[in-house]
């Protein structure tokens, strides 16, 4: 598609158990960005891509949180060992070119539930 | 740190009426602005952005912006609202100083009334 895709769309795990959200970027863009978004929050930023390496991880809340992007364009965000506090929808946005003023494309998001 | 205040939780206003929703920045250098909207269970869509030049910026769906560099406020505008305006609406701020990650607001629900 055109678009950012997320999936899954919704995932609802146990406390303890891991999880892998996927990103597709549009296509041709270079930079990736992973954000947490809370319900009554604005996204909060987790980790900057520009191409395969993290440019900017300075948002991932504690070593629980892990991301890879390993040919330049899939994104995978990992959460080890979840809490119940990780819940949240999270969001992938890409951008083009190494810029800063471009803006950035989001996705629909991954609504991860930790019962 | 680059940081971004939206003051006001909700903004009603009658359709037709124009609107404004607040957004007061804070940077340690040249700020680089964005609007972004979302709808129920759907992602974040770009309105408009002020890089540079002039202050008056115009996006999409009949929005504008202007940035005002004295009182630090980037509050966007709509003419003559409508029903279909309502959404949720975020002002983002990048400080080039500290990489190029997007720092958003808290966000301000718009209901905008028949």
């Known amino acids: 598609g055109a678009g950012v895709s997320q999936t899954p769309s919704n995932k609802v795990t146990e406390k303890g158990k891991y999880v892998e959200l996927r990103c597709d970027p549009i296509s041709g863009h270079t930079a990736l960005y992973w954000y947490r978004q809370s319900l009554g929050q604005g996204p909060e930023f987790l980790i900057y891509?520009?191409?395969?390496?993290?440019?900017?991880d300075s948002g991932l809340p504690n070593d629980r949180f892990f991301a890879v992007r390993p040919e330049g364009s899939v994104s995978t965000l990992k959460i080890q060992r979840t809490e119940r506090g990780d819940s949240a929808v999270y969001l992938c946005a890409s951008s083009a070119g190494t810029g800063v003023s471009g803006e950035l494309f989001f996705g629909e998001g991954s609504r991860l539930t930790v019962l | 740190a680059q940081s971004v205040a939206q003051p006001e939780d909700q903004v009603n206003v009658a359709e037709g009426n124009p609107l404004t929703v607040k957004c007061t920045y804070s940077v340690s250098g040249n700020p680089y602005l964005f609007w972004y909207v979302q709808y129920p269970n759907r992602g974040l869509q770009f309105l408009l952005k002020y890089i540079t030049g002039d202050n008056l910026v115009k996006g999409s769906y009949g929005f504008e912006a202007e940035f005002n560099k004295s009182q630090t406020s980037f509050h966007l505008k709509k003419p003559s609202a409508l029903v279909s305006d309502s959404a949720l609406y975020f002002c983002?701020?990048?400080?080039?100083?500290?990489?190029?990650?997007?720092?958003f607001g808290a966000g301000t629900i718009l209901r905008v009334k028949s």
């Open positions: 891509f520009q191409g395969t390496g993290a440019a900017d």
């Open positions: 983002a701020v990048r400080d080039i100083r500290y990489g190029n990650k997007l720092v």
